[in-house]
């Protein structure tokens, strides 16, 4: 992989242990020789991330619509660095530039990107991989939710696959390394009948 999309807060989080995950993630990209693209930011989890990797030499590529550039929250050391129009423009001009994404904790901001890449993923628009770096459990509550969509018939048990999950980063990469994407044909045929559109074929 060349270059992974991260999606993280903007805040450095109420513990330091979400600090020191940003950190050891940023450490295996320099040493992995694989480059960030991520929110474009010099605060919170982002600017570790950031940091870490310029200091290293490496590439960093910074992707941030002109509203919060007005806000001076824009990094302003990055040598690549993006500037879009619109959040929806960010969110495809980072997922073009990557491999796969990651996934650390955040807000609304980032379950907004994660949320987009599996849906993405489930229509096959989009077969890159996504990967929740579990730090300290922070995402446990999310992943109960989407076992409760399951278990109620809104979200199939084989797109529960494409949540990759650990809270080890070398773990977590050689996963996104070896993912396999689902066929789409299968399942939205089955959610026709279940309809009761057995007629439409796609």
Same mark, same amino acid.
């Given at each position: 992989? #060349?270059?992974?999309?991260?999606?993280?807060?903007?805040?450095?989080?109420?513990s330091p242990i979400y600090k020191e995950a940003a950190k050891? /993630?940023?450490? *295996?990209?320099?040493? !992995?020789?694989?480059?960030?693209?991520?929110?474009?930011?010099?605060?919170? %989890?982002? +600017?570790? /991330?950031?940091?870490?990797?310029? !200091?290293?030499?490496?590439?960093?590529?910074?992707?941030? &619509?002109?509203?919060?550039? #007005?806000?001076?929250?824009?990094?302003?050391? *990055?040598?690549?660095?993006?500037?879009?129009?619109?959040?929806?423009?960010? +969110?495809?001009?980072?997922?073009? $530039?990557?491999?796969? =994404?990651?996934? *650390? &904790?955040?807000?609304?901001?980032? %379950?907004?990107?994660?949320?987009?890449?599996l849906t993405y993923n489930q229509l096959r628009i989009c077969? @890159? &991989? /996504?990967? =929740?770096?579990?730090?300290?459990?922070?995402?446990?509550?999310?992943?109960? =939710?989407?076992?409760?969509?399951?278990?109620?018939? =809104?979200?199939?048990?084989?797109?529960?696959?494409?949540?990759?999950?650990?809270?080890?980063?070398?773990?977590?990469?050689? @996963?996104?390394?070896?993912?396999? &994407? $689902? !066929?789409? !044909?299968?399942?939205?045929?089955?959610? +026709?009948?279940?309809?009761?559109? @057995?007629?439409?074929?796609?």
């Open positions: 992989m #060349k270059r992974i999309c991260v999606f993280c807060g903007s805040s450095m989080g109420s050891k /993630l940023a450490t *295996l990209f320099v040493n !992995e020789d694989i480059g960030l693209v991520y929110g474009g930011a010099n605060v919170g %989890l982002m +600017k570790i /991330l950031a940091d870490t990797l310029l !200091e290293a030499g490496k590439e960093v590529i910074g992707v941030m &619509p002109h509203s919060l550039i #007005k806000n001076e929250v824009a990094h302003t050391e *990055l040598e690549h660095f993006i500037e879009v129009e619109t959040m929806s423009e960010r +969110k495809n001009k980072m997922a073009e $530039l990557s491999d796969a =994404f990651i996934a *650390l &904790p955040g807000g609304f901001g980032t %379950l907004d990107e994660l949320s987009e890449v077969d @890159k &991989p /996504l990967g =929740f770096l579990n730090t300290a459990g922070y995402y446990d509550k999310f992943l109960d =939710f989407v076992d409760h969509a399951v278990a109620a018939g =809104f979200v199939r048990s084989e797109h529960r696959k494409n949540l990759i999950v650990s809270d080890d980063v070398a773990i977590l990469i050689k @996963k996104l390394q070896s993912y396999q &994407p $689902l !066929e789409t !044909e299968k399942w939205i045929r089955d959610i +026709k009948e279940e309809s009761g559109n @057995k007629q439409q074929r796609i």
